[in-house]
């Protein structure tokens, strides 16, 4: 019996960890173990006022707060029966670029691109290639800077709230970041045709694909959940589709279809089923690249994140440059009981929630289904397609190549719910 | 404590993650035009979410994220004690708890049946506790998110074998530095910026909304004047309970100012 452990995997959000049992070449048993402890926001966000959701909900992830911001202040809008649009709405656009820009960099260069390199880390490639490292920082560092300029600081942000913002940012320090978003445009569409070049493990499977769509905007907020097997609901009707279950290895939940398939969300998931609602400098690297849509290699998710990359510099740049507050900066609430649900595309894919509230505006009820818990069960199958070829390679090869697999999700595992131990047997 | 006589070898880092959301230790990832020279003057020996590479113990610097949430990590954070000689914990999970910690005020056990269809499958401790509270710790760096520019500084002046100058001041210094009017008089915005631990830059206010308390109690705090003050803003009872039981909520000032205002906001109930 062959057995391959790695302690920890790295470079990922949180802990986990991962069991492969392989008998004749096919995977017997796949277990994506989720230590990361269970943190209970479902249970403690009840009894709290309204306006305090998005300060707790952002808490679940460091990485991607203002995407637990902006589901759960639409959740609880909806419950109100608002609904923030103009400059409300395309300043919640703007600091979502901002989160997009940090998150997409920092897993493209200092999470996956070492993987393809044979580094063990960014910063061991900064001793090989420093330039690459430092414009990479410098891409991060602009998307933190904008999350800055907007909500004071990048990491829990604090300036959105429930119908819309405490205060408008001052449009001069926002202008301000116009030249080095320009570097940056200019950077990623290189980055993009960069992404092209790696060697990329082999590895096809037919994904069903489920995003946000919007008709005339880069699916962020509004719109419908779309398949590619064809279903198109409003996000009220999300959950008569997309059902979560608890797993016993797990404390993350795991979600399904109401048919009990598993699917994919995610750039991959966004790129092939709105690439044309990209900006139009994103569709030019996407039609440069002669990529064949949609993409079914979940190692290339790199590729989706680097055109997208392009598309919320582009996106930053024009809202920055539309950019004209005027009026108050929120709705005054009036509160009554009610019910809401809201959806946005984190960097790492679709985040639902839902919410009861009382005539107080106190929560009664949370639902929060994050992207990692939708596509856990997901990587657990492209990890079973993937057995074969793990079979034929040597030890560490095999590891790093599972490892490379559940990275390239991009996991957010405190958002699903630590360690992630990867342990392949060959029961042969 | 010497760490860097000048022909001693780099001291080693290492960073843990406890029950967090990663913000803190983003927030050194978040370093981007100091990380390549501090990755140069520090040995980097364990930093799970940047590298692969795992070097083994004895480490100069342990940094530790997240609070102590399961019986396996109440265990845990005793093998990260004996392996380093420095040990600092990092953000407000951390020092206090952090936001797990709101599981203090309820039955853990109920919140697990209300989000888990299984909740025999988890293993988890009743409250959610700070490092101190586990292990001896020689440096709390406070903050939902930290500051990083305050952790650079800890980390500077570790290296130059000085004591490191975070603040020691309330939020109300930054808003009167910043030149932001006070929300509390302009506005009878509820804020706890009086009582809070400097070190965001005042953030809040600046955004015309009240101090929620990431960087925990300070050592100034007057709550017999703040609770009443601010009961008396209340827009629903509990208010300020809820405003103080938050990110820094455990921490044990903030506790028995919550269970005061608790107090005074019932009180004022049933005057009216």
Partial sequence: ?428 | MTLTPKTAPKPKVAVYKFSSCDGCQLSLLNLEDELLDLASAVDIAYFLEATRTVKPGPYDIGIVEGSVTTPHEAERIKEVRAECKFLISLGTCATAGGIQALRNFSKASDLADRVYAHPEYLHYLDNATAISEHVPVDLEIWGCPVNKQLVLEALSALLQNRKPNLPQYPVCMECKRNGTVCVVVAQGTPCLGPVVQAGCGALCPANGRGCYGCFGPNTFGNYSSLVPTLVGLERFPGETALLLRNFSGYAPAFRKAAEAALKASSEKESRS
């Fill in chain 1, 1 to 428: 019996m062959k057995t391959i452990e790695v302690p920890a995997l790295a470079r990922v959000e949180g802990e986990g960890g991962l069991y492969i049992g392989i008998q004749d070449g096919k995977a017997v048993e796949i277990r994506l173990d989720i230590y990361e402890p269970p943190r209970f926001f479902e249970g403690f966000l009840v009894d709290r006022y309204l306006q305090e959701v998005p300060d707790i909900t952002a808490r679940i992830c460091g990485i991607c707060p203002v995407a637990y911001q902006m589901s759960s202040i639409l959740a609880l809008e909806s419950a109100l029966g608002i609904q923030v649009d103009g400059q409300g709405y395309a300043l919640r656009r703007l600091l979502y670029c901002g989160e997009y820009i940090e998150s997409h960099a920092l897993h493209i260069y200092l999470l996956q691109a070492p993987d393809l390199l044979g580094a063990p880390s960014a910063l061991d490639l900064a001793a090989v290639a420093p330039d690459v490292v430092k414009n990479a920082l410098r891409m991060k560092k602009v998307g933190n800077d904008l999350l800055k300029a907007i909500g004071g600081r990048s990491v829990h942000p604090v300036n959105a709230c429930v119908g819309g913002w405490y205060r408008w940012p001052d449009a001069a320090p926002l202008q301000a970041l116009l030249p080095e978003l320009e570097w940056a445009l200019e950077a990623a569409r290189e980055t993009a045709r960069w992404s092209l070049t790696l060697p990329y493990p082999e590895l096809e499977i037919d994904y069903e694909f489920v995003a946000i769509h919007h008709p005339q905007e880069y699916g962020l907020m509004h719109g419908e959940v779309w398949s590619s097997r064809g279903s198109k609901l409003p996000v009220q009707e999300y959950e008569t589709r997309y059902i979560e279950e608890h797993v016993k290895h797990s404390n993350a939940l795991h979600s399904h279809t109401k048919e009990g398939g598993h699917y994919i969300v995610g750039p991959l998931a966004r790129l092939n089923l709105n690439h044309e609602q990209l900006m139009p400098e994103a569709r030019k690297a996407l039609k440069a690249a002669r990529i064949k849509l949609p993409i079914t290699n979940p190692y290339k998710s790199l590729i989706a994140r680097a055109i997208e990359l392009v598309h919320f510099y582009e996106e930053a740049i024009a809202l920055i440059k539309a950019y004209r507050p005027a009026g108050p900066a929120h709705a005054t609430l009036e509160l009554k009981p009610g019910e809401g649900c809201g959806m946005s595309e984190a960097p790492r894919g679709l985040l639902y929630h839902r919410y009861k509230i009382d005539g107080n505006g106190r929560v009664q009820f949370a639902k929060i289904t994050p992207p990692t818990a939708q596509n856990l069960p997901r990587i657990e199958e492209d990890l079973a397609a993937l057995a074969p070829q793990l079979v034929k390679m040597e030890q560490e090869q095999a590891t790093l190549t599972a490892e490379h697999l559940v990275r390239s999700y991009d996991p957010c595992i405190s958002c699903a719910t630590h360690f992630l131990k990867l342990k392949i047997e060959n029961k042969d």
